[in-house]
Structure formats: C-alpha cells, structure tokens
C-alpha cells in the first residue's frame, strides 16, 4: 500500500469511526474574549452595566466546563467592578468540576473570602442572596459528598423560589448530577436532572448549559434517546467550545449515528487541536474499526456496560504515536 493511501487512510478511520475523548484536565486554546458562538442566556444581577458582559461570557463558558477561560472572564468583571459579588461566585464556581471530579478547595475559598468583601460593600438582591448561599454550602465545612448535597438542596430551593430563572434550574440539575457517586449510576436522580434541563431548553434552545447537562444526564446506554434533541443543539449553539463539539457523541453513538458522531468529534478535535486524547471504537477495545465496519459489526453497535470505554493501556501521547506510525512505515 503506497505511503500516502495508507496515511489518508488512517487519517480517514480516526476522524470518523472513534469516540473522541477530550480530556478534562489539559487547559483549552485561549477562546477569544468576544467569541458569540457559547449560546444565549439571560442572568440579571446587580453588578454594573459594565461588567456583565463578560461575566454573562464567563457564566456561557462555565456552562461548557470551559473553566480556565470562564476565570479569566470572570476575573475580568471583577476587575472592572471589584465589588461584584457574583463575578467572585463565577470565579469560585470554576474551583468545582463535579463531572469531573475535581475540586480546587483552596482557590475556591479564596474566591469566596473576596466575594464577602465584595458583598459587605454593596447589597446584593435576595436571588443573588441565594446563589452566595448556595455556594458557601458547597465550599463549607464538611466531606465533598455531604457539601454536595447541600449546595443540591440549596439550589433546589432556590429554584423553586425563583421559577423564571433558568440559571438557578440549570445549576440546580447540574447538582444533582454531582451527587451520582463515580461508577455508581442512579437513573432516578439523573433522569430528574435531565427532566429540568430539557424543560430550560424548551424555553430557550440556545441555552448551553441546558444542552450540556442533559447530554450528561442520558448518557448512560440506555436513555441516549431522550438526549437526541440537546445532541443536535449542543454543538451548533455552542460551536467556540470543544467540550461542545465533542459531547453529542456520547449520544450519537449509543444510537448508531456514525455521521452525526463523525461530524461533531471532528469538530471538536478541530477546536482542541493540542489536547491529548484517546480513542475507542463503540462496543469494542480496538480503534480500528473504520466507518464501514461500525455498520457492519454487530458488536459495535451496543454499548459496552452502557458506556463508551478508553482502550485498554496507558493513554498514548503525541510521541508515541508517531513514533509507532514510523515503525509501520519501516515495516511495510
């Protein structure tokens, strides 16, 4: 096989036959500061005119779990308006990564010190109130899972105080997703989850936050069907962000949608060119399968346990696989 066929070849099996795992850990290019593509939300608060542009920016990619760049927009409203106090509330929010599990305790408390300063120096409204409440639970005394279900509860609540509020719901089923333990699934609560994110996304199509955690909330292998709508949505609202291109893949897939799953991890490695990642074909331990072979193969068409898996081995990096392509080469 000549060099360049094989080449094309691989090239053409990786981008449309594996799920495209983008990991959380690896800090995104820089989105730029005016970038319009994060989706629409309406989050009022009492900070200057001023500075709620880029904290409506960060509050977009925050619900994207683009947290390196939300602190930075979150940062920026602080700068323009030091007192606040939800721009402080953004800040520490990006401390918590619950699908993720991560959580930077030290930077969030920090965050939270400046937010009382900010507080004590200009009144903030009783919903705003909530979201600070809300937050010093998360950040509290206590073991992670135990200050989880406290900030759930209290976003619960203050959801149900304020039912227009589309921040406070989203935030609120994002919660109760953090309250499902790793490995351990619980259909009742993430079904709820992604009952009141589907419900915001009725009301507004562009909400990303709405999109996102629904994908989350049915991805499990078996209700991947009732994301398909917020699948469709996501990335197209919110095409400035990675983890956004990447997410309605885990939908996709489950499904047998090899072109939509194809589009959208394409996309999203396009976005997320320097990250490392990790690939594996649905069903099966290889990431070998070209697109073809997905529709053929029976064993690539269910789930494997419900999820889709990284292959077997360490994760390789961008060394390693040249190194082992070069090896290929020298052995044809």
Request: net charge positive; with cysteine.
């Amino acid at each position: 096989m000549p060099k360049a066929q094989g080449l094309r070849r691989s090239v053409l099996a990786f981008g449309i036959a594996v799920a495209l795992v983008v990991s959380p850990f690896v800090p995104s290019r820089r989105l730029r500061a005016d970038a319009p593509a994060l989706g629409r939300i309406a989050f009022p608060t009492s900070g200057s005119p001023s500075a709620q542009p880029p904290f409506i920016h960060g509050v977009l990619l925050l619900h994207s779990f683009e947290y390196d760049d939300a602190i930075q927009a979150f940062r920026e409203a602080e700068r323009i308006d030091p007192s606040f106090a939800m721009a402080y509330w953004g800040e520490a929010m990006c401390d918590n990564q619950p699908l993720w599990f991560h959580e930077d305790l030290a930077k969030a408390r920090d965050a939270l010190t400046r937010l009382r300063a900010a507080r004590a120096a200009r009144r903030v409204t009783a919903r705003e109130d909530g979201y600070v409440d809300a937050i010093e639970r998360l950040f509290g005394a206590g073991d992670k899972p135990a200050r989880d279900r406290a900030y759930a509860v209290r976003m619960g609540e203050l959801s149900r105080a304020y039912p227009a509020d589309d921040e406070a719901a989203a935030f609120y089923a994002l919660a109760l997703l953090a309250t499902i333990p790793p490995a351990r699934p619980d259909p009742t609560v993430s079904l709820r989850a992604g009952a009141i994110a589907s419900a915001i996304l009725k009301r507004n199509p562009r909400h990303p936050g709405a999109a996102h955690y629904a994908l989350h909330a049915y991805d499990d292998g078996r209700h991947a069907a009732m994301g398909l709508t917020a699948a469709r949505i996501y990335a197209r609202i919110a095409p400035a962000s990675s983890h956004a291109r990447h997410m309605p893949s885990h939908v996709f897939l489950p499904l047998g949608l090899w072109d939509e799953a194809a589009a959208t991890g394409s996309g999203a490695m396009a976005r997320h060119p320097r990250s490392r990642i990790s690939i594996a074909c649905p069903g099966c331990s290889t990431n070998t399968c070209s697109k073809g072979s997905l529709r053929r193969r029976a064993s690539c068409s269910t789930p494997s346990a419900g999820r889709w898996r990284r292959p077997p081995g360490p994760r390789r990096t961008r060394t390693s696989r040249a190194r082992s392509a070069a090896a290929s080469r020298r052995s044809r």
